[in-house]
Every structure is written in C-alpha cells, then in structure tokens.
C-alpha cells in the first residue's frame, strides 16, 4: 500500500502519538477545574500554547485553539466581519480558496449583505497588486491561502501584507497546507488571522489553532470562558499536544524534509518521463503538492486503476457522497472548457514517503496510461 495523499490528511508522527499518548494516560483533569487534576492540566495547556506561541514567534494570547482548519477559518472570517460590519461589508477573497473559506463568506453575502470580490488567478497566479486594485473603502477582510491544496501553489504572502499595512482591512491567511512545511511567523507577513490543522502536518485530527494578532472578534461558539472567551468548550488537551508535538518535529526538520519532498518529486518525474503528461502548477509551487494531468485520461478511472494497485491519491477537488466533483481550482487556473479538468490528479507527498514508492507510482500510471 503506498499513501500519497497527504493533502487530504497525514499519518501522525511517533513525536505526535507519544505525547498524545502520555497525556491521555496521566493528564486527564479539566484544564478549568481547581482542584490538583485541573490544575495539572490547566499548567500543561499553558506550556503548551506558550510552546506554540514560540514557534510561531508570537504571543501566548494571540493563539486560540480549535477543531481544525475549517473552525479556524469561519471563525476569523465570521467572527471579524460581524463585529465590524460598521466599518464595511466589502471583502476579498480568491478563486482558488478552500471551501472552507468561501462557504463562510457566502454565508455573510447571502444572510448579512456583504460584498465580495473573487479574485481570478491570471496565468495561474494571484497578485498582491489584483488585492490592491479591489481594495475599497470599506474592504475590511481579505483572506486568501498561503499555499493551494490541489496544486501546491504558493500566493504572495508578504507582498499583500504590505499592501494592506495602511488600509483598515485586516488580513487572514488559510495556511492550512504550509504550517510545517515552510517557516511562518505571522507578525513578520502582516497576517491578522492564521489558520491552521494538525492533521495536515502529521498531527491528529480534529484539532487545530487560530493565530489572532486581536481579540476584537465574536466568538463562534458560546457557553464557557475558555480561549479568552472566543471559544467556549472544554480544550482536547491531548490532541492539542499531539499537534504542538506534531509542528515542533516538523519544523525541526523543515529544510531536509523540504529537500527530501523535493528529490521524491523530482525522482518521480525522471520515471515519468517521455511520457505523455503535463504538470497543473503555479509560478512558485511547494514540492509537497504535484498536480499532473494525462491527456485523454479520465482521472476518476486513473483513481479507481491506482486503488487496485493499492496506491492512494486523489483528484484535489471535493468528493460528495463518492462522487468526484470538477475541480474549482483548476477552473479558475485553466477555465472550464480545460480538458485539464477531467484529466488531471493529485500526488501529495510526504518525508515519509520513499524513492521506490515514487518509482512504482510511476511505473503504475505509465502502465495504465499505456506510455
Ligand atoms: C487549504 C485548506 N483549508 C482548510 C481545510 C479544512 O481543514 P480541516 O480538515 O481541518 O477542517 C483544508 C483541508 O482540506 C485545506 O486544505
């Protein structure tokens, strides 16, 4: 069985599972309660939000813990934009977002009358001067990814930090598929709100963190006062230490697990080619994500021959109910006349993965697609 999927979630690391381990066999208290228990808890999750905090070179106060990636986002896009409709309602967002940034913004358009601008992606990329000529007086979010989960590419971070350094809008960032594989330190890009998911960079599921440079947000969810009160529920200690334990592994390998990444997608492509392929891919791309596209080729019949053969990968776009849908990512990239829509797949790599499992990917597809 080869695994390359590793966009749509990761195996967890041992660093993860063993810190997980170890706290759900003997921290077991409410992290709110008084007594011993509670308190024992209580001091572990502020080690580790201060942990946390360090490695993204900010403030213990500026993390809020969630479920994921998908909290994250709805609550800095909801959150803000409720709380300061008075200042605007124009938002900018991109072509190429998740959907778990664009259903959030659809839900403020459709229930509260707010505005957006979708921007398109010209030959494949987003430009911080697009985000500057949409900008209005009464812009005050922009979101965009830092990097893309169907095709890797990375969009000017920094660059439209700038932009918005003297405008009202506040900027947040889906950096659900670049936490862990590159540095980010939100207050050097002029980021307001960061998301991020631990089960994208080899920690558990359903847990995550919301980078927030201001509390000036309304809670999404209401009940306790736990996260400064911007998120009520009790917090998953273990999971949240699996995910710090996660990020710090990671990033104390990030430059040879990058190479690494790098040399297994390079070795990919040298067996591929001579082949009949062709690569879906912005101007600056991470090497963790390769979109390849086969012309003629039905990518739901290449998913399906790749499975008997026990290798994972996927199309990039969202699967309802089994069903494979057109990709909105590569639309926006190519439009919606692209054969490159039905042809193309997802090979999302790992440091885990192996130079053998690249060549047998390779000779697999190159059997199928008969080159
Ligand atoms: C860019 C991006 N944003 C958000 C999400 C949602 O994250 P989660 O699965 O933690 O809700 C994903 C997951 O696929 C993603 O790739």
Do not use: W
Not at 10 to 38: D, F, K, L, R
Request: aromatic share 6%; hydrophobic share 35%.
């Amino acid at each position: 069985m080869i695994y390359l999927d590793n966009a749509a979630t990761t195996p967890m690391s041992p660093a993860a599972i063993s810190a997980m381990t170890q706290v759900m066999q003997e921290t077991y208290g409410n992290p709110s309660s008084i007594h011993g228990h509670g308190r024992q808890a209580g001091k572990l999750l502020r080690e580790v939000r201060q942990e946390l905090a360090r490695l993204l070179g900010t403030k213990p106060q500026h993390i809020f813990f969630t479920s994921g990636g998908t909290e994250s986002n709805n609550t800095a896009i909801i959150g803000y934009c409720l709380r300061h409709q008075d200042r605007g309602k124009h938002i900018i967002t991109t072509a190429i977002e998740h959907h778990a940034v664009l259903e959030p913004i659809e839900y403020l358009v459709e229930k509260f009358g707010f505005e957006v601008t979708i921007l398109e992606p010209e030959n494949q990329e987003i430009t911080a001067d697009q985000v500057k000529n949409a900008l209005r007086e009464d812009t005050i979010l922009v979101s965009t990814m830092y990097a893309n989960n169907e095709t890797g590419t990375l969009l000017p971070i920094a660059e439209i930090g700038k932009v918005l350094n003297d405008h009202q809008a506040v900027y947040h960032v889906d950096a659900v598929q670049a936490v862990g594989k590159i540095e980010i330190l939100p207050e050097e890009l002029g980021i307001d709100f960061l998301s991020a998911s631990a089960h994208k960079f080899y920690g558990p599921k359903g847990v995550g963190f919301l980078y927030a440079a201001t509390t000036d947000f309304d809670s999404y969810l209401h009940g306790g006062d736990q996260e400064q009160k911007k998120r009520a529920g009790t917090e998953n200690l273990p999971a949240i230490i699996g995910m710090v334990a996660a990020l710090k592994d990671d990033l104390e390998h990030i430059e040879p697990n990058f190479e690494k990444v790098q040399k297994l997608q390079e070795t990919f492509l040298a067996e591929m080619d001579g082949s009949n392929y062709y690569l879906n891919q912005g101007k600056e791309q991470l090497p963790y994500v390769l979109n390849i596209g086969f012309p003629g080729q039905r990518n739901d019949l290449l998913l399906l021959r790749l499975d008997l053969e026990g290798i994972s990968i996927s199309t990039g776009s969202a699967c309802t109910a089994g069903v494979v849908q057109v990709s909105h990512v590569l639309q926006a990239f190519y439009g919606e006349d692209s054969p490159r829509l039905h042809e193309s797949v997802r090979v999302s790599i790992s440091p885990q993965n192996t130079e053998q499992e690249m060549i047998t990917l390779a000779k697999t597809l190159k059997n199928i697609i008969g080159g």
